[in-house]
């Protein structure tokens, strides 16, 4: 497991902290939660980007299966 260290601001660590608290999770488990969603997101919009491109491409194509 890789470890690094994160500067955050103070108010963005007082908010992650309560998050934490109330998830009952650590400080820790709470960030890794977050950047997981963060990459999560950020790979659904690709493929979704992905997704538009090939159906903006074969359009006619698409629209002649359908029928």
Known sequence: MA???LRLPDATYE???KIAGS?????NSA???AIEEHI???R???????GRKVAER???L???LAR
């Not at 998830?23 to 400080?27: K, N």
Request: aromatic share 4%; proline share 0%; net charge positive.
């Open 31 to 33: 960030m890794v939660g």
């Open 23 to 27: 998830d009952g999770q650590s400080v």
């Open 3 to 5: 470890e690094t260290r």
């Open 40 to 42: 999560a997101r950020r």
């Open 62 to 64: 698409l629209e002649r």
């Open 15 to 17: 908010q992650i902290k």
């Open 44 to 50: 659904r919009e690709r493929y979704r980007a992905i």
């Open 58 to 60: 074969d359009r006619e």
